[in-house]
Nanobody
Framework: QIQVVESGGGVVQPGGSLTLSCTGS????????VGWFRQTPGKEREFVAL????????EYGYFVKGRFTISRANSSNTVYLQMNQLEPEDTAVYYC???????????????WGPGTQVTVSS
């Protein structure tokens, strides 16, 4: 099995930007689709973005509205989530996960990181 870990979270003002990173533990990470999800207390985990192992499939949650960009650099076993025009509603713990299929469903993702906190506040 592989392990993934997120980084890059923090506090940002509304309208600001953050880039999150998801790093896999080994070379097999490049064979997996990777998804980003987010969660706030008392709410269900929400799909944010995904990317297939070969970059052919890229999808975003409905709320993204062109503000985020997902990409991957397989040479470093890393997937990035560039987030722009952040809003207070984007405040959440963001989780990275790796799975076998590039589908916007939690059930297809097997390996989850511990999450990184994103707080958007003035």
């Amino acid at each position: 099995q592989i392990q993934v870990v997120e980084s890059g979270g923090g506090v940002v003002q509304p309208g600001g930007s953050l880039t999150l990173s998801c790093t896999g533990s080994g070379p097999s990470f490049s064979d997996y689709a990777v998804g980003w999800f987010r969660q706030t207390p008392g709410k269900e985990r929400e799909f944010v973005a995904l990317i297939s192992y070969n970059d052919v499939t890229i999808e975003y949650g409905y709320f993204v509205k062109g503000r985020f960009t997902i990409s991957r650099a397989n040479s470093s076993n890393t997937v990035y989530l560039q987030m722009n025009q952040l809003e207070p509603e984007d405040t959440a713990v963001y989780y990275c996960s790796a799975g076998s299929f590039p589908l916007p469903r939690e059930s297809v993702f097997e390996f989850w990181g511990p999450g990184t906190q994103v707080t958007v506040s003035s």
